[in-house]
Every structure is written in structure tokens, then in C-alpha cells.
């Protein structure tokens, strides 16, 4: 069964850290371009941190320089530091896993079902 289990989140004070990690139970991982998004109540899920097959990142505005995507590939598993978080960071993290970009029609486009982070004093 292809399935993301998301662990790592919690509640943490403004400023503080966390690091979230997804674990992949796919066949051949290194094929996956893996993503964090996040969803705050009332606003639409958004992409935070996406990772490559090759290992390249990107990330959204309201995060570079704070949090950073990483991936291991020997235990099919991505993370995802978040540093100096902000109250405005408080939602639910997904991890999203797609090979089709590599596969093609042969890929598959998984999504965990979410840690909540909440950033609050």
C-alpha cells in the first residue's frame, strides 16, 4: 500500500523550532519530487517546500531563509526544519510525494494526512 505518515508536529512558542519528517512506503523513491504544503483554517492549501527527484528546492516566499526541505533517500523519507517560527506558520503540514513528472502516466501522486503545527505563546 503506497501511503506519506507525517510526524514532527506540535505546538512551540514563537521563534522556536520544529522539524518535520514524512516517511515514504513507495517503490523506487528517487523518482518522487516531494513537497510540504500547509492549509491554515479558512485559506487554501499552499505549497511551503518542494524538493526534486534530483534534489533541487524551492520555496515559498513567507519561508526561505527559515525552513529547509531535505530529503534521505535511504530511508525514503523527506523532511522539513523549520526554524524562527512566526504565529502566521500555524497550520496543518502535508507532505505530498509525485512521480509522474518522472513517470509519466506510470506515476502516482500521494498525499500524507497531515501534522498540525501551532506557533503560539
Known amino acids: 500500500q503506497v501511503q506519506l505518515v507525517e510526524s514532527g508536529g506540535g505546538l512551540v512558542q514563537p521563534g522556536g523550532s520544529l522539524r518535520l519528517s514524512c516517511a515514504a512506503s513507495?517503490?523506487?523513491?528517487?523518482?518522487?519530487?516531494l513537497g510540504w504544503y500547509r492549509q491554515a483554517p479558512g485559506k487554501q492549501r499552499e505549497l511551503v517546500a518542494a524538493?526534486?527527484?534530483?534534489?533541487?528546492?524551492n520555496y515559498a516566499v513567507a519561508v526561505k531563509g527559515r525552513f529547509t526541505i531535505s530529503r534521505d533517500n535511504t530511508k525514503n523519507t523527506v523532511y522539513l526544519q523549520m526554524n524562527s517560527l512566526k504565529p502566521e506558520d500555524t497550520a496543518l503540514y502535508y507532505c505530498?510525494?509525485?512521480?509522474?513528472?518522472?513517470?509519466?502516466?506510470?506515476?502516482?501522486?500521494?498525499w500524507g494526512q497531515g501534522t498540525l503545527v501551532t506557533v503560539s505563546s
Open positions: 505530498n510525494a509525485d512521480s509522474t513528472r518522472v513517470l509519466g502516466a506510470r506515476g502516482l501522486e500521494v
Open positions: 513507495v517503490n523506487f523513491f528517487t523518482f518522487y519530487d
Open positions: 524538493i526534486s527527484s534530483r534534489g533541487f528546492t
